[in-house]
């Protein structure tokens, strides 16, 4: 298998204008609908790659967009080169067919978390979003998600190859070789190369930024009671104290 990591902290973060970089919840819900939309477009397209054995994920971290490809065959190289390639110059009319469905998806999903959800697992998220948390919760990222449209997202992945503090990590398993896996990143590193030479440079600020965790600053000493009803009609009037001490 080969996974492949964009590292670029745009994929959650806005940089500020003196170089500075803040979460910013719109670029994180645009990066999970780009990785969402690419997925699905691509599953018609690489059918035939999955009858024969491969099969891939892109996912949307803190780091950056991660993608996946594994299988036993030896056109893996060759298909994880094309897939990035492909994600580098996804263009508007690949995306369209499937924006209305991933759109839904989301929404319903948001919309339905804190019916389906049991009290101790709301406990869980509010002490989440309250000690280690980013932005404003399940709240804010749907309303976000529900007046996303595409034109966001095409803008949004300008500005991800627009990021010059953007770095390229690979790690490749299984029967390959040093000349091999060396020969993949040097490839790797071109499509990424050609890509951003097609972009204009918005992010001009270098950065030492390294994506990662953020945790919000508390008072220390000080106690916290989360009091937490569920919703969930199937669990009845159950209710979920949570209890923190810093």
């Known amino acids: 298998s080969v996974t492949i990591l964009?590292?670029?902290?745009t994929s959650e973060?806005?940089?500020?204008?003196n170089g500075s970089w803040q979460y910013d919840p719109y670029h994180s819900i645009r990066s999970?609908?780009?990785?969402?939309?690419?997925?699905?477009?691509?599953?018609?397209?690489?059918y035939d790659a999955y009858i024969a054995g491969l099969g891939f994920s892109l996912s949307?971290?803190?780091s950056g967009f991660t993608l996946t490809v594994s299988g036993?065959?030896?056109?893996?190289?060759?298909?994880?080169?094309?897939?990035l390639s492909d994600f580098?110059?996804?263009?508007e009319d690949?995306?369209?067919?499937?924006f209305d469905t991933t759109k839904d998806k989301f929404v319903r999903s948001l919309k339905s978390f804190f019916q389906s959800s049991r009290a101790d697992s709301l406990a869980l998220y509010y002490r989440n979003l309250l000690v280690s948390g980013k932005g404003r919760g399940i709240e804010e990222n749907l309303e976000i998600a529900e007046s996303m449209v595409l034109d966001d997202i095409m803008k949004h992945h300008e500005e991800i190859f627009s990021d010059t503090n953007m770095l390229v990590e690979c790690f490749y398993t299984g029967n390959v070789g040093k000349e091999a896996a060396e020969g993949f990143f040097s490839k790797a590193t071109d499509i990424i190369k050609a890509r951003r030479s097609r972009v204009e440079t918005t992010i001009k600020v270098k950065s030492e930024y390294i994506p990662g965790p953020l945790e919000r600053r508390l008072l220390p000493g000080e106690d916290y009671e989360l009091h937490f009803q569920s919703q969930n009609e199937k669990e009845g009037k159950s209710l979920c104290l949570s209890r923190l001490r810093l």
Not at 13 to 17: E, F, H
Not at 72 to 83: G, M, P, Q, V
Not at 94 to 98: C, E, T, V
Request: aromatic share 8%; with cysteine; proline share 2%.
């Open 72 to 83: 036993y065959s030896d056109r893996l190289s060759d298909f994880a080169l094309k897939l």
């Open 94 to 98: 690949l995306l369209k067919p499937h």
């Open 88 to 91: 580098c110059t996804v263009n």
């Open 6 to 9: 964009l590292r670029t902290a």
């Open 13 to 17: 973060n806005k940089q500020q204008s």
């Open 32 to 46: 999970r609908y780009l990785a969402s939309l690419f997925s699905d477009a691509q599953a018609q397209e690489t």
């Open 60 to 62: 949307k971290t803190s």
